[in-house]
């Protein structure tokens, strides 16, 4: 009888700990894109969710062959059903924006005054009118993307433990999209180029590097990262305007882990993701928030600068 | 009337503040050249008015006849580098790392490789320490890492933003041995220095730049034994 009961309790345990990875493993897709922004920039991106949205968006549109709106499927004759199409669109897409963003609203900030605040305040907006632009454009309501798109399935992990093939799928993807970029940082010319101007953009620039370029390219990176948490975030729950809005979560994890750290962010999205799914197992999924926020509060009172932050008075 | 580097007319303002007003300095292939000036006279703005770092008013740069381009990768492309005052290493960055990037603008890595080696040669402490994180460096070693970094650009004019700053006058007198032959090698350099004395013992000539303005121009063995550099400039210095 004991037995029973101590296996059921440590199955559920897994099956949560299982549960929790895989969502941490999308936070930390969010937070490191969010975070790569912030150890350039010095500034929040609150349009970072943005960019999950416009992921969201384009694979659900090129995947479906564009049912968001009726004039489109005229105009465009895209060959539904393609994941990788859809997948290569989403990620692409999403960075272009990202870029676009940089450009159109930060850059003409940035090059007349070296205040951050200014920069905050405008990603807000932009975050604003990129939610508003989908609204308008396709609706509001809820959708998701087809279930048919991924292979369905449960795996058994043993002692009662499964996870679905999304499951695995997210956590194999966050890998290879987190290992990829932890590869061009550190065995490549431009990455080794980010992580010096991460310490100090200005000297990167009398290095020869072209920093207009640079920055560009982080933000192509983080709006592609954060289009394959995107991708997935729509695919296991919803797709719907405010769906960036899951980005604050991100923006937790990457204070909790540090701000501008990369490992820091990936640590603080698992932290958190853990969090989450011990709460709803144990306690209850209405807690899930209050222990997330609890943990913010918890962690700025004890480690301010985060598990692997430097410590910098001014954040957020 | 062909000098390697030659600017005219540098007019730089900070809002209201006039930084500039009208500095013009030229430099010869192979040559040494140092600016000295008290604190504020504007040579780091000269400096970075001349990498592209901070926008000019007016005035005009020339690399061998060729007019200097106006953003700072470009400037650092066709042959400028600049170790900056106050070193600006990349600190969590490896010496290596930070060798490394100094190359960036080059188009073939493959010559980097040799020039890490003259690096090495020229500052042997360094090449002890490549997998150090550069912060955890000494003065000095910061001061030959951002000298070094500067070089891996093999640039055609090497400019030293205080060099000798903060640090000790053995180490300064190391680094500056360093520089001889560095130009030596064939490397141009332009040196701004507060240390008058240092400069004037290293460079050809020098120019003295008094807030925003030339004050002085010649042969730094002139300008050693003039009684106003004298008074003005090498007060309580060290003897050389
Ligand atoms: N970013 C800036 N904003 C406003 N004023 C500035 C700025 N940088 C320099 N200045 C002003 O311009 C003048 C020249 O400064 P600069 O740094 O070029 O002097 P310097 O000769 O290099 O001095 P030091 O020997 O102390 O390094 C000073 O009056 C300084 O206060
Ligand atoms: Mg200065």
């Known amino acids: 009888m004991g037995n029973a009961a101590q296996f059921t309790e440590f199955s559920t ?42 992921g969201g968006y384009i694979c659900y549109g090129l995947f479906t062959g564009f049912e968001l ?26 960075g272009i924006v990202a870029v676009l963003t940089e450009r159109l609203a930060y850059k003409p900030i940035r090059e007349r005054t070296s205040m951050t605040l200014y920069l905050l305040i405008a990603s807000m907006g932009v975050s604003i009118i990129i939610e508003n632009i989908f609204v308008i454009a396709v609706g509001g309501r809820f959708r998701a993307l087809p279930q048919s798109m991924f292979p369905s399935g449960l795996y058994n992990l043993g002692w009662g433990v499964t996870a679905s093939s999304s499951d695995v799928l997210s956590l194999t993807c966050a890998v290879l999209f987190l290992g990829g970029l932890q590869f061009f940082l550190t065995q490549t010319r431009w990455g080794l180029a980010i992580r010096a101007a991460a310490c100090d953009l200005r000297t990167a620039g009398l290095m ?40 604050t979560k991100a923006f937790v994890a990457a204070v909790i882990g540090g701000l501008g750290s990369l490992p820091g962010a990936i640590v603080g999205s698992l932290i958190l993701g853990l969090a989450e799914m011990l709460t709803t197992g144990y306690v209850s999924s209405q807690m899930r928030d209050l222990v997330v926020y609890s943990l913010l509060v918890l962690m700025l009172l004890v480690k301010p600068a985060g598990f692997f932050g430097k410590p910098v008075s001014d954040k957020i | 009337m062909s000098a390697l580097l030659e600017v005219r007319d540098f007019h730089v303002s900070y ?17 040494i050249v140092s600016v000295i000036g008290s604190n504020g006279a504007g040579k780091s703005t000269f400096m970075n008015a001349v990498m592209g770092m901070v926008a000019r008013d007016r005035g005009e740069a020339f690399l061998d006849g060729r007019k200097l381009p106006a953003r700072s990768f470009q400037v650092v492309r066709s042959g400028l580098s600049l170790a900056p005052e106050g070193r600006k290493i990349f600190a969590p960055l490896t010496v290596l790392e930070n060798l490394q990037i100094g190359a960036f603008s080059r188009a073939k890595q493959s010559g980097a490789r040799a020039d890490m080696e003259w690096v090495f040669y020229l500052f042997p402490r360094l090449k002890e320490r490549v997998r150090q994180l550069a912060g955890t460096l000494s003065g000095g070693e910061q001061q030959m890492l951002a000298i070094g970094r500067a070089l891996m650009a093999r640039p055609r004019v090497l400019l030293l933003d205080e060099p000798s700053l903060g640090l000790a006058p053995i180490v300064i007198r190391d680094i500056f041995n360093e520089l001889r032959r560095v130009n030596e090698e ?45 008074s003005a400039y090498l007060g309580k210095g060290q003897a050389p």
């Open chain 1, 69 to 94: 709106n009726v004039f489109s499927r005229h105009l465009l004759t895209v060959p539904a059903g393609s994941v990788w199409l859809a997948g290569l669109g989403a990620l692409g897409g999403a």
């Open chain 2, 186 to 230: 064939g490397v141009s350099i332009l040196l701004v220095e507060q240390n008058a004395r240092q400069a004037l013992l290293l460079s050809h000539r020098t120019y003295v730049l008094q807030t925003g303005r030339l004050l002085k121009e010649g042969p730094s063995k002139t300008l050693l034994t003039d009684p106003e550099i004298k």
């Open chain 1, 13 to 54: 345990l897994f099956q949560q700990v299982v549960n929790g990875l895989s969502l941490g493993s999308v936070y930390a897709l969010i937070a490191v894109g969010y975070s790569l922004v912030y150890s350039i920039l010095s500034f929040s991106n609150f349009a970072h969710g943005g960019f999950l949205v416009v």
């Open chain 1, 208 to 247: 020869g590097v072209n920093v207009s370029l640079l920055i560009a390219i982080v933000f192509f990176a983080a709006g592609l990262l954060a289009a394959v948490g995107g991708v997935f975030l729509s695919y296991r729950y919803t797709l719907y305007p405010q769906m960036g809005g899951i980005t």
């Open chain 2, 15 to 31: 809002g209201a503040i006039k930084a500039l007003q009208g500095f013009s300095l030229s430099l010869e292939e192979r040559e």
